[in-house]
T-cell receptor
Framework: GAGVSQSPSNKVTEKGKDVELRCDPI?????LYWYRQSLGQGLEFLIY????????KSGLPSDRFSAERTGGSVSTLTIQRTQQEDSAVYLC????????????????FGPGTRLTVL | AQSVSQHNHHVILSEAASLELGCNYS??????LFWYVQYPGQHLQLLLK??????LVKGIKGFEAEFIKSKFSFNLRKPSVQWSDTAEYFC??????????FGGGTRVLVKP
């Protein structure tokens, strides 16, 4: 079946502008994750949604970053007043979602959005 | 907070050579362990995973990994690599909660 899709694949923006990145998870997956892949920091967790529960925002680097998930499916990651250090590949992943801290879920990743802030 | 270390940043080897990539994590409780691969120009793909049971896990494309709890390690191995194994390999750990903590990645170049 279709995998995780993300759009746009590339985004170039000017410093100070806001950007929105979109993620379409695998159909039926209740859990959705955002990660960031950058040269200096490697792969970092940003935020996690599970069903109707409050999201785990513990990885968001600043209050300029926010994300929402509408209708339990599509998610949008918004970065306000972008800075050059926000340049990275933003990855979305989804998983079937199981309850409990010891979930045996496997996360499946999308192709990412490459963000370049000039 | 948990952390994951991959000892080798770059590995260069010839086809048919054996490959072993090290991965150590720091977390004292129960963990789930993963190896992901990113081929040039492609997205992250799951190679193999360990949740419980047999500590020797077999994945796709002839890869395997061994979980050694006493050493907090989950090393990846392949007996005979091919040029198509050129990629970046990431070890990841899921401890408390559901987020993955990744190692820094190892770039593997297989010379034909």
């Amino acid at each position: 079946g279709a995998g995780v899709s993300q759009s746009p694949s590339n985004k170039v923006t000017e410093k100070g502008k806001d950007v929105e990145l979109r993620c379409d998870p695998i159909s039926g997956h209740t859990a959705l994750y955002w990660y960031r892949q950058s040269l200096g920091q490697g792969l970092e967790f940003l935020i996690y949604f599970q069903g109707n529960s409050a999201p785990d925002k513990s990885g968001l680097p600043s209050d300029r970053f926010s994300a929402e998930r509408t209708g339990g499916s599509v998610s949008t990651l918004t970065i306000q007043r972008t800075q050059q250090e926000d340049s990275a590949v933003y990855l979305c992943a989804s998983s079937p979602g199981t309850s409990g801290a010891r979930s045996t879920d496997t996360q499946y990743f999308g192709p990412g959005t490459r963000l370049t802030v000039l | 907070a948990q952390s994951v270390s991959q000892h080798n940043h770059h590995v260069i080897l010839s086809e048919a050579a054996s490959l072993e990539l090290g991965c150590n994590y720091s977390y004292g409780g129960t963990v789930n362990l993963f190896w992901y691969v990113q081929y040039p120009g492609q997205h992250l793909q799951l190679l193999l995973k360990y949740f419980s049971g047999d500590p020797l896990v077999k994945g796709i494309k002839g890869f395997e990994a061994e979980f050694i709890k006493s050493k907090f390690s989950f090393n990846l191995r392949k007996p005979s690599v091919q040029w198509s194994d050129t990629a970046e390999y990431f070890c990841a750990v899921k401890a408390a909660g559901n987020k993955l903590t990744f190692g820094g990645g190892t770039r593997v170049l297989v010379k034909p």
